[in-house]
């Protein structure tokens, strides 16, 4: 029964795998080759919020992924619930795979669970997670709208090229946030 169980359960880590590869990647390999000569510090202070972490950067690729963010943001200081809980929820995203591993691999060694059912529990865990992420995409392209018309309103870019290359990796990096990895 374990493995009927890890094979649902892959379908949706695979499925989501594939879709950010198809989606995300492509558009990304192409933002990184476009250097658009604003850094996301800029971008971010034109739209009225504090600088990020990452303020260096001046591709496309990063200024998409910006956009979103602050798109995110923009709809947190609006009061959208969704959209905060899309942001608290992106830091279970990055720790969940971690803490799963770490406690299907202490429920093998202690031999109070079976091995195939630990793995199959930590692989349906993630791929729980993963459907729940898949759910909540509409929050993150409500963002990419909302992050698209401050940036339009801004003009925090120079040319019309960059701003239209920052949209598409925006609207791409929404795949990213589904894989928890």
């Known amino acids: 029964m374990w493995k009927v169980v890890l094979i649902l359960s892959l379908i949706p880590l695979v499925g989501a795998c594939l879709a950010r590869h198809w989606f995300w990647t492509k558009a ?10 604003t850094s996301v510090r800029e971008l971010r202070e034109r739209l009225g919020l504090p ?5 260096n950067e001046t591709h496309a690729a990063a200024l998409g992924n910006a956009l979103r963010e602050c798109g995110l943001a923009l709809l947190e200081k609006e009061g959208n619930t969704f959209a905060k809980a899309r942001v608290s929820g ?15 691999v202490f429920a093998i060694l202690s031999k109070r669970v079976p091995a195939g059912w ?21 929050v993150e392209w409500r963002a990419v709208a909302k992050g698209t018309e401050a940036l339009k309103a801004s003009r925090a870019l120079k040319r019309v090229a960059d701003e239209d290359e920052v949209i598409r ?13």
């Open 28 to 37: 990304r390999m192409e933002g990184l080759r476009q250097d658009c000569g």
């Open 51 to 55: 600088p990020g972490r990452r303020g």
């Open 90 to 104: 992106s830091f279970l995203t990055k720790a969940l795979p971690a803490l799963v591993l770490l406690v299907a």
């Open 118 to 138: 630990a793995i199959a529990g930590a692989v349906g865990t993630v791929a729980f997670w993963t459907l729940v992420r898949l759910s909540g995409m509409a």
């Open 169 to 181: 990796c925006a609207k791409a990096s929404v795949w990213s946030t589904v894989w928890p990895f």
